[in-house]
């Protein structure tokens, strides 16, 4: 089900990411591109969206040209994420494959979603849907 006009950014790698993203029904994304010659990976980033200062002007540019930022999502895996989680409504802390203590303990004092791979998918769709019960979406 689509939801909308949600944006995802992320650092991760746009091969990884968009099948969840499809899942979740986000219909745009801000990810990590791999340059490509002939078809073959170069080993250079396109787009490095995790370079918190990349993420941050994508956040900056979309707020300022109205995107809804009830509907602003971000998730994070380790402290260089704050400046990230803090800019959307909707912070996501993720503990694995790393579990970044000092990062749960923020989102814990924050009311932050502490999310894992068994769980992420529940709960982000738990989000959308009091997004939409709240019109927001």
Known sequence: ENIGNTIAISGAPAEAFLPLARRLGINDSNLLEMETSSGIYTGDAKTNMALLDVKQAVVDSLIQFGKKKASSFAFGDSESDLPLLNAVDNPFVLTEPNR????????????????DASTILTEVKRRIFELKEKNLI
Do not use: N, P
Request: glycine residues 12%; without cysteine.
């Open 100 to 115: 970044d203590k000092g990062l749960v303990k923020i989102a814990q004092e924050k009311g932050w979603s502490i999310v």
